[in-house]
């Protein structure tokens, strides 16, 4: 089975009991099968990505629909998940994901994550782990941080 042994203590279970507040985005790759081996299991309080990396499309995410690409593992993996609500990313609608490059979508959910962190929660550490899925991610972090009009 593919799924870090329960067992373990991973990082942010520790840090979570020291008072952080964790999220995890982009790639996870180290447990889906069972429940207990998802980020939101795991520790992190929110998570936003792949739970294999198991895609053939950065911008349909395997979103069933029009123009669907479905990964090489014929399913959808692509999920926004707080708490124990595993749920789907949106991909219809006015809040969708969908047609949005992943390292954007990834992106955005840091710089949020980290300005409602200071906004609301300023009296508490903060630990984001941000596993992106293409090389040119890094590039990408730095010109939407540093776009005013994005």
């Known amino acids: 089975m593919h799924c870090v042994d329960p067992k373990f203590q991973m990082l942010p279970e520790v840090l979570t009991r020291l008072g952080y507040r964790t999220h995890a985005i982009g790639k996870w790759d180290v447990g889906m099968v069972l429940r207990h081996c998802l980020p939101t299991y795991r520790g992190f309080l929110t ?59 990834f992106t955005r959910r840091a710089v949020n994550q980290i300005e409602e962190h200071a906004t609301n929660f300023s009296d508490t550490s903060l630990y984001i782990y941000l596993a992106c899925t293409s090389k040119r991610a890094i590039a990408l972090v730095h010109f939407l941080t540093t776009c005013s009009r994005c």
């Open 47 to 105: 998570f936003l990505g792949y739970y294999t990396a198991c895609t053939a499309d950065y911008w349909l995410h395997g979103a069933p629909g029009a123009g669907a690409a479905y990964g090489p593992c014929n399913d959808v993996d692509f999920h926004d998940s707080v708490g124990n609500d595993i749920g789907g990313a949106v991909m219809s609608g006015p809040n969708s994901v969908n047609k949005t490059y992943d390292q954007v979508v």
